[in-house]
């Protein structure tokens, strides 16, 4: 079992920035994966950026160039920093882990940007 707890969301401006953190706990060891979604009113939820335990990190076209995802392994924790954010980045965001074929979501944070 692995639970996750997300925290930095907010309501921001368009052009400003924010730091979303998700701490696992739980077997977090086994953690391979983990990744940042979000979920807009009415429409799916969809991959943000993930990133593996190695470092490697992919990211969606929508946020390439504007959002990092990090990781610190020894505090078992995830990063997303957000910047230039627009309007269109609003949403609730979940954390996710993936261990072997199983994964785990955070309850998600609401981030909000304002025109």
């Known amino acids: 079992q692995v639970q996750l707890v997300e925290s930095g969301g907010g309501l921001v401006q368009t052009g400003g920035s924010l730091r979303l953190s998700c701490a696992a706990s739980?077997?977090?060891?086994?953690?391979?994966?983990m990744s940042w979604y979000r979920q807009a009113p009415g429409k799916q939820r969809d991959l943000v950026a993930r990133?593996?335990?190695?470092?490697?990190?992919n990211y969606s076209d929508s946020v390439k160039g504007r959002f990092t995802i990090s990781r610190d392994n020894a505090k078992n924790t995830v990063y997303l920093q957000m910047n230039s954010l627009k309007p269109e980045d609003t949403a609730v965001y979940y954390c996710?882990?993936?261990?072997?074929?199983?994964?785990?979501w955070g309850q998600g944070t609401q981030v909000t940007v304002s025109s």
């Open positions: 990133i593996s335990r190695s470092g490697n990190t």
């Open positions: 739980g077997s977090q060891s086994r953690i391979n994966v």
């Open positions: 996710n882990a993936l261990v072997i074929f199983v994964n785990y």
